[in-house]
């Protein structure tokens, strides 16, 4: 799904949360974290009670939902020697959660390599500025490095994102950088052993839903601790989610009105139910094929809201919703738009029957699927 | 919270002294830190009586729940018949079960009192009577597979926690129990682990309304143990109480006079209507019942904490390390059995979920790592890539393992149901394995071998008292008439937690097993009307060698006169040939059977003529019953009757308004005995054909029933496969395609080399050959439909073009 909007990196986002819970670490800290372990789940998680800094009363609100073991589990992998990897389906908040990790423990999550099908080996690992090269010869200035090349030469986190994407053989040159902790650049001589200094460690994101996807070797495979990461289960979280992600566009992008908190459940609830094949008053349906995300509630509410605040009065359009759940619902196939309408003839027409209000208008709105 | 479980306000309520007469333990179920705390405390308050939460009608049994020679797991089961529907109008059979396990502190309480010669007892009302007391579907009567005493779900559902739970991020209420009560309290003094307690079970009870307490039993069965306290207060003089946290306030209250106690009496029963027996039991059992909230999940994994902590208390050690011994046992051998079924768990996988639970530990603020810092490393370092059905063997493994396997055992001393005992010897006599926790499998030689037809009735006898024990696998199945005629019987078995209750469920039937089946058999026919179901059960005895032939006669024969309905006679008449013609194999005099058969067999003639115009549903079962009575009259027994059978179809067949299939199966029938009808059944067929369209389609359901009585009318030269293409031809698309699941039907009682040589006629009209008919590639109902759209607009646009 294409980002319509922008968002500042998240160490920029809470660089207050950070500062603040920094100020207030007094636990050990593996060597070269920001936090220490605990402060990192509390940045992630949140807590109950606001920390002062500065004088100042800072809440650490909880960013990632539905699952604080996962979480937990992340933490602790991240300290040792292997690496982690975030597995699921789209949208289930995989690189959210290795930016706001990469951030709490290395202070950045921007030093990342993303994967694609042409990633190469010196993406990876580094390449040559060649203006240098023919003027001086292998020299370390002008060695261009790669993210993972930071990573190991300031103690940090690298993010590999959509790692399944790039050929089987140049994931496989993590392999001996994740096992030895050391890379090699053989034009360098004796300066070309680079090792990894204490606090680098790979957080890898992949997606199970990619078609041609390849298959990591069992020998990578062993350098990671996975996680699979589940979409949230609980509808009152997703609306939660909806509401805190929107709030925090809403505000980068200076759209002044308040996030409608009933849409945002109507939206919870229909994502919801779409996803798990059954309605809460059990009535069974057919499951779109494209993935019922909650990033991409967050986008279909967003682009409602902003319409409403650009060309409407800034009351949002039950109409736009509809319209824009479709674009989201139906770009595959055919058959998902012929489910959408489905699910509106069955269980929408149920609910605006049985609770009325919004789901009426809802209801109403059906004509606007095509 | 930090207030909540810190306070020590509490004992300002609920005063804590160790020289008081009465002391109050609060526990819940299978804990191991209850149990470590309760007998640290019963060493320093040296009680000289031990009052027990549990039904006193089980009293007897305490001797041999503690006895050196009993092995836990071990529950009592108790059962309760209201026959007097003092409970509810439905006059049922109520059971439920206290499993008992090494952890559980009241066995470790009674376990004490024992080693310390002191009295010690249950002071709650029988069971019968707590489900006197209890509203419908509250408390012990809440609709469940498994019921058990053990209430927990003060705890583990209550709002309070849940709101808990939730704010600390745990998953469930037992990983809350685990932190802040399992590990957090082994590290601190007994008094800190009660005043915890105490508050917790406080502020639960503040937040539950008196009502509910009413409803299921709690407020009555508080008043009882109170009243027996203060009975044993009397004459002792440090009474240590020991029941569920939730009933301290409420109990202590009562005790010291802040609430007045109202006597409650109770009925005396007898054993026919309720007792109460120890059983052996497993941990997979106890397991199970964790679904009702009935105490710790994982009781394996607690049993080997406990053993630990066991083991400190008698070094005078500090526990400090039982947890992370557990912990660390239990991933190896996780790992091992992963290994063993080749997942590849390396030394680097371990060493790297070690670091994770210990990490974990620290992260969660946990003094120890416990049983979910364990499933958390599995998880994490034992799958590689999703956690799905297919990769997470590892932690099915761990949950096995923490779950536990063994079985308990009881003391050679117990008293034994003679029912169980009989069971068990026979089970001796037959050498089967029943204390094995593996599946065990049999191969019975029934014919050759007459211990092989003893353990193959035993069998039988045992399912028969829904005891789950075995399962045929192979052999002849003679209610379903599959494989009849096989001579050899492959049994499994495993004697589970529901055999034993089962059992002793009708240990008040009589002490043989033999004798049991035998009486439940005669209360079986004694309320049954319907003649199938009473003949299905001659059947059973027969397999089970019960002989009943006897004593039921009588029974029988009003079944069968009181029985009017055609299809529970045919049934019957089903089993009583199916006796009767096993006579010969299993050597049996079967004239009973010949008798029955041959009265179900003229019943079910009188009433045929009257089922043809049977409702199109039944038509199918209708048709083979008239095949069943065709072939018996066909074979040596009845063959009497095979006149009057063939005369009553032709009977049918003249009545009005026939149900379609079933005047063509009996028509079909009719043909076999005389060929003269084929001329009969192509009329009929071509009446259908030339009829009303509904007429038309139901020359479809026409032919099917036809081709289930006589297919070889196909077979044999050409006229039928004319008319039916003829039949075929003159229906609509739209009726055809209706129509299209029943011609289905109808030929699929053909085989391929009769569909083969079909085929060849049907292409023969068309000048076809057989391959270029069977071989033409689909035709899908979607072309179909475009097909018939296209036609639709190309003949609307000509009759616009005229
Ligand atoms: N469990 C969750 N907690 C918080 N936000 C979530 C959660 N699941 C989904 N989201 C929302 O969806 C977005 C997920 O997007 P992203 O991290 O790109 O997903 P992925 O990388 O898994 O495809 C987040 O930015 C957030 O708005
Ligand atoms: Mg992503």
Redesign the pocket.
């Known amino acids: 799904m294409s980002q319509k909007y922008i968002k500042p990196p998240v160490e920029i986002r809470y660089a207050k949360e950070l500062e603040a819970l920094k100020a207030n670490d007094t636990a050990r800290k593996p060597e070269n974290w920001v936090l220490s372990p605990k402060a990192v789940r509390t940045f992630i998680l949140g807590s109950k009670t606001p920390i002062t800094y500065n004088g100042e009363k800072i809440t650490v609100n909880k ?4 699952n604080d073991a996962l979480v937990e589990r992340c933490i602790i992998t991240l300290a040792g020697s292997r690496g982690l990897m975030l597995v ?1 389906e ?8 290795s930016e706001l990790l990469s951030a709490a423990i290395s202070g950045t999550s921007t030093n990342t390599v993303q994967g694609t099908a042409g990633t190469t080996e010196d993406m990876i690992k580094y390449s040559w500025n060649y203006a240098l090269l023919l003027a001086k010869g292998p020299v370390k200035e002008a060695l261009v490095p790669s993210p993972l090349y930071v990573g190991m030469s300031k103690g940090i986190i690298t993010r590999f994102e959509e790692i399944t994407r790039t050929p089987a053989e140049i994931q496989d040159s993590l392999i001996s950088v994740m096992s030895d902790k050391v890379l090699n650049v053989p034009e360098l001589e004796e300066d070309g052993l680079i090792f990894a200094k204490p606090g680098f460690n790979i957080i890898g ?1 992949a ?1 199970i839903r990619d078609k041609g996807v390849n298959e990591m070797s069992s020998a990578l495979k062993r350098r990671f601790n996975f996680e699979t ?1 589940n ?2 289960k609980d509808v009152r979280l997703e609306k939660q ?1 909806i509401i805190n ?1 929107v709030e925090q566009t809403v505000l980068a992008n200076k759209i002044e009105m308040p996030v409608d908190t009933d849409v945002a459940e109507l939206l919870a609830i229909t994502y919801h139910e779409l996803r798990e094949g059954i309605s809460e008053s059990g009535i069974k349906i057919d499951k779109p094929s494209a993935v019922m ?3 991409e509630a ?1 986008s279909v509410f967003y682009q409602t809201m902003s319409n409403a605040w650009y060309y409407e009065d800034d009351k949002m359009s039950l109409k736009d919703l509809t319209e824009n759940l479709n674009n989201a619902v139906c770009k595959d196939t055919k058959d998902d738009l012929e489910r959408l309408k489905g699910y509106f003839n069955t269980v929408i027409k149920f609910k605006a029957e049985k609770i009325g209000g919004i789901w009426k208008e809802f209801y109403t709105a059906r004509k606007y699927l095509k | 919270m930090e207030r909540i479980l810190h306070g020590k306000e509490i004992f300002e309520i609920i005063p804590f002294d160790i020289n008081s007469s009465v002391l109050f333990f609060p526990i819940r179920h299978h804990s191991p830190i209850c149990s470590y705390h309760l007998l640290k405390l019963i060493d320093e308050y040296k009680p000289d009586c031990i009052l027990v939460e549990g039904p006193e009608n089980a009293n007897r049994l305490i001797p041999v729940l503690t006895d050196e020679n009993t092995v836990l797991p071990v529950a009592f089961y108790y059962y309760y018949k209201d026959s007097r529907k003092l409970v509810s109008e439905d006059g049922e059979d109520y059971k439920c079960y206290y499993p008992f396990l090494n952890a559980s502190p009241e066995y470790n309480a009674l376990l004490k009192a024992r080693q310390m010669n002191i009295d010690c007892g249950f002071i709650d009302l029988p069971y019968g009577e707590i489900l006197i007391h209890t509203a419908e579907d509250k408390g012990i009567r809440k609709e469940r597979e498994i019921q058990s005493y053990n209430d927990d779900y003060y705890l583990s559902e209550n709002k309070f926690f849940k709101a808990i739970c939730e704010k600390t991020g745990v998953r469930n209420f037992d990983e809350f129990w685990e932190r802040y009560f399992e590990t957090d309290s082994l590290y601190g003094t007994t008094e800190d682990f009660i005043a915890k307690m105490y508050t917790d079970c406080y502020l639960i009870r503040e937040n539950t309304p008196e009502e509910d307490m009413i409803k299921d039993g709690c407020i009555i069965r508080e008043q009882y143990m109170a009243q027996n306290i203060l009975k044993e207060a009397e004459t002792h003089s440090k009474v240590l109480v020991v029941t569920g946290g939730f009933h301290t306030p409420g109990l202590y209250n009562l005790v010291n006079g802040k609430n007045k106690i109202k006597k409650v009496k109770v009925h005396s029963f007898g054993e026919d209507i309720q007792n109460v027996y120890a059983m052996s039991y497993s941990f997979e059992a106890a397991d199970a019942l964790n679904g009702y909230a009935s105490g710790m999940q994982n009781p394996g994994f607690y049993d080997n904490v406990w053993k630990g902590l066991a083991e400190c208390l008698d070094n005078h050690e500090e526990p400090n390390e039982v947890y992370n011994n557990v912990v660390m046992d239990t991933l190896l051998k996780c790992a091992k059995k992963s290994n063993k079924a080749n997942l590849l768990i390396t030394m680097s996988d371990i060493s790297s979920a070690v670091t994770m639970y210990d990490g974990l530990a620290l992260i969660r603020d946990k003094k120890s790592p416990g049983l979910y810092e364990l499933y958390d490393c599995v998880q994490s370092c034992f799958i590689k890539g999703e956690v799905n059905a297919s990769s997470d063997l590892p932690i099915r493994f761990l949950s096995e393992i923490a779950t536990g396997k063994e079985i308990g055992k009881l003391c050679d001393t117990a008293e034994k149901i003679p029912l169980m005992k009989d069971f068990e010897e026979l089970s001796r006599k037959y050498r089967l394995k029943i204390n094995d926790i593996i599946e065990q499998k049999t191969e019975l030689d029934i014919f050759a071998k007459p211990l092989h037809m003893e353990i193959s009735r035993f069998f039988y006898r045992l399912n028969f008292l829904k005891t789950g024990f075995a399962k045929r696998l192979k052999g002849a199945d003679l209610i379903n008439n599959i494989d009849r005629s096989r001579i050899r019987e492959v049994w499994s078995y495993k004697r589970t937690v529901k055999t034993d209750s089962a059992l002793i469920d009708y240990s008040a039937y009589g002490g043989t097993i033999e004798e049991v089946c035998a009486i439940v058999s005669s209360r079986f026919l004694k309320d049954e009307q319907k003649s199938g179901n009473a003949a299905k059960l001659y059947v059973e005895c027969f397999l089970m060698g019960i002989d009943i032939s006897e004593n039921f006669a009588d029974k029988m024969n009003d079944i069968i006169i009181n029985d009017g309905d055609f299809f529970s006679l045919g049934k019957a008449v089903y089993y009583f040939n199916m006796l009767y013609s096993l006579r010969k194999m299993y050597g049996v005099d079967n004239s009973t059977s010949e008798y029955f058969l041959t009265k179900c067999f003229q019943k079910n003639i009188i009433m045929l003529p009257s089922m043809i115009n049977v409702s199109p549903e039944d038509s199918a079962e209708c048709i083979k019953i008239c095949k069943m009575l065709y072939n018996i009259v066909s074979g040596d027994i009845l063959s009497g009757e095979y006149n009057t059978l063939i005369e009553t179809f032709k009977a049918m067949a003249e009545k009005e308004n026939p149900e379609p299939a079933l005047y063509g199966g009996v028509l079909g029938l009719i043909y076999g005995s005389d060929v003269s009808y084929k001329l009969r059944i192509e009329n009929a067929l071509q009446g259908y054909l030339s009829g009303t369209e509904d007429m038309r389609k139901n020359g479809a359901s026409f032919l099917r029933g036809l081709f289930a009585t006589a297919r070889d009318i196909v077979l044999v030269g050409n006229e039928f496969v004319n008319i039916i293409d003829k039949l075929i031809k003159a229906l609509p698309m739209d009726m055809f395609i209706e129509v299209l699941p029943e011609l289905r039907l109808a030929f699929s009682y053909f085989t391929p080399g009769e569909i083969d040589s079909i085929a060849e006629k049907a292409a023969a009209i068309y000048n076809s050959k057989k391959s270029e008919l069977m071989n033409k590639p689909q035709i899908y109902d979607d072309l179909y439909a475009v097909g018939a759209e296209l036609e639709k607009i190309i003949l609307g646009q000509s009759e616009v073009g005229k």
């Open positions: 960013k990632f939902f539905g699921g789209p949208g289930t908040a995989k690189t959210m959660l994101t997606n990461v979409p949230v989610i992600e995300s909650t990033a967050v």
